[in-house]
């Protein structure tokens, strides 16, 4: 599994926001897509709220395969 590390300089990011600041996918859309079928978890449970604020210590994983971790 690929492991990234955002570091998060703000309170908190949305979560749409975050998959395409760390390149994951390239639109908004594409993001919706992704997180409409079930493919983003955050914290070990499956996530369906695209602007689902996120702050240091989540951990967010993309289609099984990329793992992305909030640090400061």
């Known amino acids: 599994m690929q492991e990234i590390e955002f570091h998060l300089k703000t309170q908190y990011i949305d979560l749409l926001q975050l998959l395409k600041a760390t390149s994951v996918v390239m639109s908004g859309g594409e993001a919706k897509i992704f997180i409409d079928n079930g493919f983003v978890s955050v914290n070990g449970e499956v996530e369906h709220r695209r602007r689902r604020k996120l702050c240091i210590?989540?951990?967010?994983?993309?289609?099984?395969?990329?793992?992305?971790?909030?640090?400061?």
């Open 57 to 72: 210590g989540d951990v967010v994983i993309f289609d099984e395969q990329i793992r992305i971790s909030l640090i400061k």
